[in-house]
């Protein structure tokens, strides 16, 4: 049985597609969640989370192969140290280095005709307003520390300026080999939303969208997306030589997806599309990385033949020490991701993920709504 290696900020939903895939895992993470997947080894969690401590961890463990998750892509040499002397299933880190390069990645699309934001490094020039523009991390993550910027300020170091677009964000999740890409997922994504306990620019969820039914010109324009957002994709594995499981966050204009950034790697709706399509992904995933094998998976038929499928990150709004958490183990369809009883959270860390099946994606948001409400007021006891 081969043994694989997986490390990131949250290894739960990765870990558990490997174990059902049939690997022997071992897992290193931030959390130590109490639902991971019982023949998960998992390491004792970082709670102090960096990807150079989680590649040093990672050298004691004797694996066949790693997986790195978030938030190793910000980190091409902490990729070397986790991989040395074993298989890397994923990125090589000078593919990460260019893909995560905010200008080589607009430059190539807007070379290949598709929609990306403008980009400076610094703001020397006279179309650098207020209210136009991003700050945003040059190692961002999850919406994380961006901010709409003030010209007044100066840009903090280690920061850059992107155009800000108008428009719902998404995503589009797919598997790559041999130059080719094929798409497994497309989502709608929740970003800054109080009922999470999210804000500002905070990724706080993924609603997989169905496909629309029986409005004809909605219909189409969904589909046109869909398709569009599949060409982005092959766009970035053609230019960037990318393998695996890799994901493209945009903003929708009309059918046109505007590229905002690359994760490199497993992102948090691919558990999404295990969920709604039946697809294994970690399967996928190692399938492309050993034998450059794409799976046999047409995304526009898989979704019209499922509903919605989404997850909220629920976020602490003040700090809380969770009670009996095992409770909620009984509740695994739809809630993940458990903090171990006893668990000291801060206010605006995550909690766990709440799940949620609907026909279509409103009610799949107005699921995890009332879900949300629900567990809130749960912590809401336990802070009393």
């Given at each position: 049985m081969t043994h694989v290696?997986?490390?990131?900020?949250?290894?739960?939903?990765?870990?558990?597609?490997?174990?059902?895939?049939?690997?022997a895992v071992t897992a290193i993470d931030a959390f130590g969640d109490l639902d991971q997947h019982p023949s998960v080894r998992g390491?004792?969690?970082?709670?102090?989370?960096?990807?150079?401590?989680?590649?040093?961890?990672?050298?004691?463990?004797?694996?066949?192969?790693?997986?790195?998750?978030?938030?190793?892509?910000?980190?091409?040499?902490?990729?070397?140290?986790?991989?040395?002397?074993?298989?890397l299933w994923g990125n090589s880190p000078e593919t990460v280095r260019r893909v995560r390069d905010p200008l080589i990645l607009a430059e190539a699309l807007r070379r290949r005709g598709f929609s990306a934001p403008e980009v400076r490094l610094k703001p020397d020039t006279a179309d650098v307003t207020?209210?136009?523009?991003?700050?945003?991390?040059?190692?961002?993550?999850?919406?994380?520390?961006?901010?709409?910027?003030?010209?007044?300020?100066?840009?903090?170091p280690g920061c850059y300026l992107q155009e800000l677009i108008d428009g719902p964000a998404g995503s589009v999740v797919f598997v790559a080999a041999g130059g080719l890409a094929v798409p497994i997922g497309v989502s709608r994504q929740l970003v800054g939303e109080p009922a999470f306990g999210a804000e500002g620019f905070?990724?706080?969820?993924?609603?997989?969208?169905?496909?629309?039914?029986?409005?004809?010109?909605?219909?189409?324009?969904?589909?046109?997306l869909v398709e569009a957002a599949g060409a982005l994709a092959q766009a970035v594995v053609d230019e960037f030589g990318l393998v695996g499981v890799n994901g493209i966050d945009f903003i929708a204009r009309g059918v046109e997806p505007c590229a905002i950034e690359v994760n490199p790697r497993w992102c948090a709706s691919m558990e999404l599309v295990e969920r709604a399509y039946g697809l294994s992904v970690f399967e996928a995933h190692a399938s492309a990385c050993t034998f450059g094998r794409l799976p046999d998976f047409d995304l526009v038929r898989a979704r019209r033949g499922a509903g919605a499928a989404g997850k909220a990150v629920i976020?602490?709004?003040?700090?809380?020490?969770?009670g009996d958490?095992?409770?909620?183990?009984?509740?695994?369809?739809?809630?993940?991701?458990?903090p171990r009883p006893g668990a000291s959270i801060s206010s605006g860390r995550p909690v766990c993920t709440i799940l949620a099946d609907a026909p279509d994606a409103l009610t799949c948001h107005g699921a995890l709504l009332e879900s949300a409400s629900r567990l809130y007021a749960q912590l809401e006891a336990w802070c009393a």
């Open positions: 290696l997986v490390a990131g900020v949250s290894t739960r939903a990765a870990a558990e597609s490997a174990a059902r895939a049939g690997f390491l004792a969690p970082l709670h102090n989370f960096t990807a150079r401590a989680a590649a040093r961890a990672a050298r004691t463990v004797e694996c066949d192969a790693v997986v790195y998750l978030s938030s190793f892509e910000n980190h091409p040499k902490a990729i070397m140290t986790l991989a040395e002397g074993r298989a207020a209210d136009k523009w991003l700050v945003k991390p040059l190692a961002s993550g999850g919406g994380q520390r961006i901010r709409c910027w003030d010209p007044a300020t100066i840009l903090p905070e990724y706080c969820g993924n609603i997989l969208t169905a496909a629309l039914g029986d409005n004809a010109q909605e219909f189409s324009r969904d589909e046109a976020y602490a709004r003040r700090d809380v020490t969770v958490t095992r409770t909620w183990l009984t509740k695994h369809e739809s809630i993940r991701d458990i």
